[in-house]
């Protein structure tokens, strides 16, 4: 039997790890496109790598870059892939806003490059496409919640930031060119996912390792933006299992993906102390708002009671916030039969003592 193939844009990210380790288990022969880049930046998959001299190779990166159609053409010709996932983006809302043309550059034209690539090689028939599309695309919105309060795949859109904006493109070009040229494109709605390998902005991780730090005494206080954003987080490595799900079915389609609850960014704060046994304690509203230690459960670490250990910086607020992310992914599991294995409480559990044990080493 010929392996199957697959290339990965983003592979160097949190999800194109996972992603590559799941297909190289599966037995897949597994290309990645990375960047080229003035520090390391392949961290997350150095452990995948394997040295071309020694054994049979099933994992390889290419240079490239979402912005160059000429490169994004000639590894698609070489590598003649039987699925592409498009994970490749600028992925940082609030960085959207600060470089907005580049935003829509990669994450909106880069989607289009790969499918023109597609067509352009004559690959129509043979490759699938899997979009990394985003909750982001609801914005937050009441108005278009279904029946339940959920956002799902009937849900209307309206992006809240420029990365969602782009991302808007990135999912109706996928869907258009399953529509007027017959391409095998899917669109993978998910709602946040983290992980022990999420970028280390993003609030969850921000959180982790400076709980970690707090720990240790390395550092005193946690700022943070707007406690009462509430998010849908689930685990990476449940979502890209739905990724592959979604390229397997025998028609292309779009779905949900995410968990059903809703937490706020304070009570995964809450959650994350409450794993070194610290109790806190919030008072104050707004950029005013405090957290301090209640109660330090068994004195493992040396924080004392009272201690301010979070604050609110206003740096961190967003130009347009989405303040509520919730998904409903039924069909995706009547349709995929996916189901998540982790829940909240196993994740930040999992975050925090791989960051404790990261501070260690
Ligand atoms: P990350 O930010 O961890 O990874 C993004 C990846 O894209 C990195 O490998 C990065 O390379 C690469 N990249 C950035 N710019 C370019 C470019 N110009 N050309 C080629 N590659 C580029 O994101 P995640 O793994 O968390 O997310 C994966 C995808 O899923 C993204 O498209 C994101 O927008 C989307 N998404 C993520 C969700 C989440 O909660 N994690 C939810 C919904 C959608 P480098 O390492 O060099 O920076
Ligand atoms: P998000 O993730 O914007 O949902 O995008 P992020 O973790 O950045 O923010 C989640 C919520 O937390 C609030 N917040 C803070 N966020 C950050 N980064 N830093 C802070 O200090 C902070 N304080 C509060 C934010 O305002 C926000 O409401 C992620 C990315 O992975 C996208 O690529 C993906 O499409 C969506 O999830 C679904």
Not at 92 to 115: M, W
Request: charged share 25%; net charge negative.
């Amino acid at each position: 039997m010929m392996k199957r193939v697959a290339l990965i844009t983003g592979i160097t990210g949190q999800d194109g790890s996972y992603l590559a380790e799941f297909l190289l288990e599966k037995g897949y022969m597994v290309h990645g496109i990375k960047r080229r880049s003035s520090s390391f930046n392949t961290q997350r998959i150095d452990h995948l790598y394997m040295d071309p001299h020694e054994r049979h190779v099933n994992f390889r990166l290419h240079y490239g870059d979402l912005t160059d159609s000429m490169n994004i053409i000639r590894i698609i010709q070489e590598v003649q892939p039987d699925e592409i996932y498009n994970l490749g983006a600028m992925s940082h809302v609030k960085v959207s806003f600060d470089s907005p043309e580049y935003v829509a550059n990669v994450d909106a034209i880069g989607t289009l490059r790969i499918l023109e690539a597609v067509r352009i090689l004559g690959l129509e028939k043979k490759t699938r496409i899997y979009q990394a599309s985003t909750s982001e695309l609801y914005g937050g919105l009441v108005e278009n919640k279904n029946k339940d309060g959920f956002y799902d795949e009937s849900s209307a859109f309206y992006p809240r930031s420029p990365y969602g904006v782009a991302k808007i493109y990135g999912f109706w070009i996928v869907k258009n060119y399953r529509e007027a040229y017959q391409l095998y494109t899917c669109n993978g709605i998910l709602f946040n996912h983290e992980s022990p390998r999420r970028g280390e902005t993003f609030v969850t991780r921000k959180i982790t390792m400076a709980v970690a730090a707090i720990a240790m005494g390395q550092q005193h206080c946690l700022y943070l933006g707007n406690l009462d954003a509430l998010r849908d987080w689930g685990h990476a490595k449940d979502y890209v299992e739905a990724m592959w799900l979604i390229l397997q079915q025998p028609q292309p389609d779009d779905y949900v993906i995410a968990t059903g609850k809703a937490t706020s960014v304070r009570d995964f704060v809450i959650m994350a102390f409450a794993e070194i046994g610290v109790e806190l304690e919030f008072e104050g509203s707004g950029e005013h708002e405090i957290g301090r230690v209640k109660r330090a459960i068994d004195g493992r670490y040396k924080l004392n009671i009272g201690d301010i250990v979070v604050k609110v910086d206003p740096e961190y607020y967003r130009p347009t916030e989405v303040d509520l992310l919730i998904g409903d992914a039924t069909k995706s599991k009547t349709v995929l039969g996916w189901v998540p294995k982790y829940d909240l409480p196993a994740l930040v559990k999992e975050m925090v003592e791989s960051d404790l044990t990261l501070l260690n080493k």
